[in-house]
């Protein structure tokens, strides 16, 4: 029988995180009479002079609203393939380092907490022999093979409250407002909160825009006497015939990060339109700060069905939302895409269907004359 989990996050931080680990040790030594060893700043941890600690159920006291991570996170590190000097940076001894540092510790499963990222570094490990259950984590929604990964909602409610804010200002100034949120490759975040704050243009990935076409719906609106818009941009949209707007193209240590297509807008929609516009990035808000009453939930049940797992001898799988309940899935399923937003779906048609413009270029044939 299993005797020790080891638990580690790794990739950015999302509200939930420290749920999933409250929920994960006391499952794991209160029901299955399992130690639980906290690996920290991701699989770095299990490098080197390892860097863990035992987990008891008064350690995670008091961590359920808490955000962030006790265990700390990296976005990249050593199991990560890249080109240095030109020469390619192999990656079984690091991975072969691991797996000894964790015989030295006794942990006998993983449980990693992360996005793509993260669980393709896992999928590697169970591949070479380590039982390793896998949690979705990543505030954009875009893992495959689950309905919801947690920290999505929350980042949610945090991009619905700042149109709410912005509403307000932009009415009373007679404003274009901008409000630029995450979203790399799927516009998750954009199309909801878009839907739920009243926003009047949602630019997403999924759908290249026109430029034309934004400046024609406020346009639009000037006309019908309403004298403000709201747009909500994620941050990898991209403009008709123009590429992605990083704010750093990264390095051979440093993942490449987008933002600032939301002050590209501002100044390009100002010299179409002739109206003020501002913009507001909401950037890291998005991802800090307390876990809402449904990712706790949410983060509660995926580490308890994450140790359940475990015990049922299951390895090289992911926990999943699907039709309502928590499953397994395999762990070669959830990383061999990214799940995005469909063009026709339900969601895009509701958004439609209620005046918001996508900014495409056939935008007007999705819409009734007004």
Same mark, same amino acid.
């Given at each position: 029988?299993?005797?020790?989990? $080891?638990?580690?996050?790794?990739?950015?931080?999302?509200?939930g995180?420290?749920? %999933?680990?409250?929920?994960?040790?006391?499952?794991?030594?209160?029901?299955h009479?399992?130690?639980?060893? $906290?690996?920290e700043d $991701?699989f770095?941890?299990?490098?080197?002079?390892?860097?863990?600690?035992?987990?008891?159920?008064?350690?995670?006291?008091?961590? /359920?609203?808490?955000g962030?991570?006790?265990?700390?996170?990296?976005?990249r590190?050593?199991?990560?393939?890249?080109?240095?000097?030109?020469?390619?940076?192999?990656?079984?001894?690091?991975?072969?380092?691991?797996?000894?540092?964790?015989?030295?510790l006794g942990?006998?499963?993983?449980?990693a907490?992360g996005?793509?990222?993260? /669980?393709?570094?896992?999928?590697?490990?169970?591949k070479?022999?380590?039982?390793?259950?896998?949690?979705p984590?990543?505030?954009?929604n875009?893992l495959?093979?689950?309905?919801?990964?947690?920290?999505? %909602?929350?980042?949610?409610?945090?991009?619905?409250?700042?149109?709410?804010? /912005?509403?307000?200002?932009?009415?009373?100034?007679?404003?274009?407002?901008?409000?630029?949120?995450?979203?790399?490759?799927?516009?998750? &975040?954009?199309?909801?909160?878009g839907?739920? $704050?009243g926003?009047?243009?949602?630019?997403?990935?999924?759908?290249?825009?026109?430029?034309?076409?934004?400046?024609?719906?406020?346009?639009?609106?000037?006309l019908?006497g309403?004298?403000f818009?709201i747009?909500?941009?994620?941050?990898?949209?991209?403009?008709?015939?123009?590429?992605?707007?990083?704010?750093?193209?990264?390095?051979v240590?440093?993942?490449?990060r987008?933002g600032g297509?939301?002050?590209?807008?501002?100044?390009?929609?100002?010299?179409?339109?002739g109206?003020?516009?501002?913009?507001? %990035? /909401?950037?890291?808000?998005?991802?800090?700060g307390?876990?809402?009453?449904?990712?706790?939930?949410?983060?509660?049940?995926?580490?308890?069905?994450?140790?359940?797992a %475990?015990?049922?001898?299951?390895?090289?799988?992911?926990?999943?939302l699907?039709?309502?309940?928590?499953?397994?899935?395999?762990l070669?399923?959830? &990383?061999?895409?990214?799940?995005?937003?469909?063009?026709?779906?339900?969601?895009?048609r509701?958004?439609?269907d209620?005046?918001?413009?996508f900014?495409?270029?056939?935008?007007?044939?999705?819409?009734?004359?007004?």
């Amino acid at each position: 029988m299993l005797g020790t989990i $080891g638990i580690l996050t790794g990739g950015g931080d999302a509200p939930g995180l420290n749920a %999933v680990i409250r929920a994960v040790v006391k499952t794991a030594t209160c029901e299955h009479g399992m130690r639980v060893i $906290g690996v920290e700043d $991701g699989f770095e941890g299990l490098l080197g002079a390892t860097r863990t600690r035992l987990l008891s159920p008064s350690d995670v006291r008091g961590l /359920l609203p808490r955000g962030g991570t006790i265990l700390g996170t990296r976005n990249r590190g050593n199991f990560v393939e890249r080109i240095e000097d030109g020469v390619k940076r192999e990656v079984e001894s690091v991975y072969q380092e691991a797996i000894s540092n964790m015989k030295v510790l006794g942990i006998d499963a993983l449980v990693a907490l992360g996005g793509e990222g993260t /669980l393709t570094i896992a999928n590697e490990f169970h591949k070479r022999g380590v039982c390793v259950i896998g949690v979705p984590k990543t505030i954009d929604n875009d893992l495959a093979c689950t309905e919801l990964t947690f920290g999505f %909602v929350t980042a949610l409610d945090i991009a619905t409250e700042a149109l709410d804010r /912005l509403h307000t200002t932009a009415e009373s100034h007679d404003r274009v407002m901008i409000l630029e949120v995450m979203g790399r490759h799927a516009g998750w &975040i954009a199309l909801h909160s878009g839907i739920a $704050g009243g926003a009047d243009v949602i630019l997403i990935p999924e759908i290249p825009f026109s430029l034309e076409a934004v400046a024609e719906k406020i346009r639009a609106r000037d006309l019908t006497g309403s004298n403000f818009s709201i747009i909500v941009v994620a941050e990898g949209a991209v403009e008709i015939g123009h590429d992605l707007v990083y704010q750093d193209k990264g390095d051979v240590h440093h993942a490449p990060r987008l933002g600032g297509i939301g002050h590209h807008l501002q100044h390009d929609l100002e010299d179409l339109t002739g109206r003020e516009t501002r913009c507001v %990035v /909401l950037g890291h808000l998005q991802r800090g700060g307390r876990p809402n009453a449904f990712d706790r939930m949410l983060a509660t049940n995926y580490g308890t069905y994450a140790v359940r797992a %475990v015990a049922q001898g299951e390895s090289g799988v992911m926990v999943a939302l699907q039709a309502g309940d928590v499953v397994t899935v395999p762990l070669t399923e959830a &990383i061999k895409g990214i799940k995005t937003v469909p063009p026709n779906g339900q969601l895009v048609r509701t958004a439609r269907d209620t005046g918001i413009s996508f900014g495409a270029p056939d935008e007007a044939s999705y819409h009734k004359p007004q």
